[in-house]
């Protein structure tokens, strides 16, 4: 391997400090600390998972966590009641509903339901409306996560080529956008993509959220290139990324690993978007 592993447990112990510190001066500005609801809807094992991670971490830092576990056979209007009384909950600035919801829930609903202001995952139209015209917003977060190991390594974007393999509404688009905001030439591709390595062989970074075990092959990567993969992927039990990582680490500069990589950044984000919404709320800049 030659490329250098861009380790997500550290680029996000190393936000997780700067927000204890921050936390510090908002307790003794405000005396309250920020609030972050979590609501888990259902026993996916997954999504169990991280939301305990979620709670875990919250609690270390040392914020107001409150996460209510709902049955799977909890109503769209229950869990609407729910989100509205969090709305409307001064002790609340975050407000995060886990997904994917049971198949009698609309997400959408679920989504458009969520205060703006408390919208900590960036998901509601008008905060992605907001990062789409680059006004404040809350940048959903994992593509923030992304951005902030690439600001890590000290990679400047300007003028480079970045491709972005995936086009969820979650990861694909905002992270398109974030790269476009730091004036990289932004590709948006994805699985129907016709000669996806062509395209991606292009790219200074390569950023790779298609939902695809190991699809990102060393042959479709620029020697040097930095490659971000956002991809979780369980395969005979083991996790693996969307990128190959043995035959990508021969080809990158750089390069996240699976575990270890992006994961761990999302929560951090999350955490640093409840901050931010504290903040909002107590005009604190
Ligand atoms: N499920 C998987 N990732 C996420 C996320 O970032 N936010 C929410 N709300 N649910 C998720």
């Known amino acids: 391997m030659s490329a250098k592993l861009i380790k997500g447990p550290e680029v996000a112990a190393a936000i997780r400090e700067q927000i204890a510190e921050e936390l510090v001066t908002l307790k003794e500005k405000t005396g309250k600390v920020p609030g972050l609801a979590v609501i888990l809807v259902g026993e996916d094992p997954a999504s169990k998972a991280y939301v305990g991670n979620k709670e875990k971490t919250s609690k270390a830092l040392g914020f107001n966590s409150v996460v209510q576990r709902v049955p799977v056979e909890t109503t769209q209007e229950e869990l609407l009641k729910m989100i509205d009384a969090y709305n409307n909950d001064d002790d609340i600035q975050g407000i995060l509903v886990q997904l994917p919801l049971p198949d009698h829930i609309e997400e959408k609903a679920v ?6 202001e408390k919208d900590v995952d960036g998901f509601h139209p008008i905060n992605v409306g907001n990062l789409m015209i680059g006004d404040d917003c809350y940048i959903p977060c994992t593509p923030h996560g992304c951005m902030k190991m690439l600001e890590y390594i000290g990679f400047d974007l300007k003028g480079k080529n970045a491709v972005v393999v995936g086009r969820s509404n979650i990861v694909g688009k905002p992270v398109a956008l974030l790269l476009l905001q730091q ?3 932004v590709t948006i591709c994805h699985s129907r993509t016709a000669d996806l390595g062509a395209v991606c062989r292009e790219a200074d970074v390569l950023v790779v959220a298609v939902g695809r075990p190991e699809m990102i092959t060393g042959d479709m990567i620029k020697p040097g290139a930095v490659v971000i993969d956002v991809g ?5 039990d083991k996790l693996v990324g969307d990128v190959h990582f043995e035959s990508a680490a021969q080809k990158a500069s750089y390069i996240t690993p699976v575990p270890g990589g992006v994961g761990p950044m999302t929560i951090t984000m999350l955490m640093l978007n409840t901050m931010e919404a504290f903040k909002r709320k107590h005009n604190i800049k």
């Open 183 to 185: 004036h990289a030439s």
């Open 111 to 116: 989504i458009d339901a969520i205060s703006v």
């Open 232 to 236: 979780i992927n369980r395969v005979n």
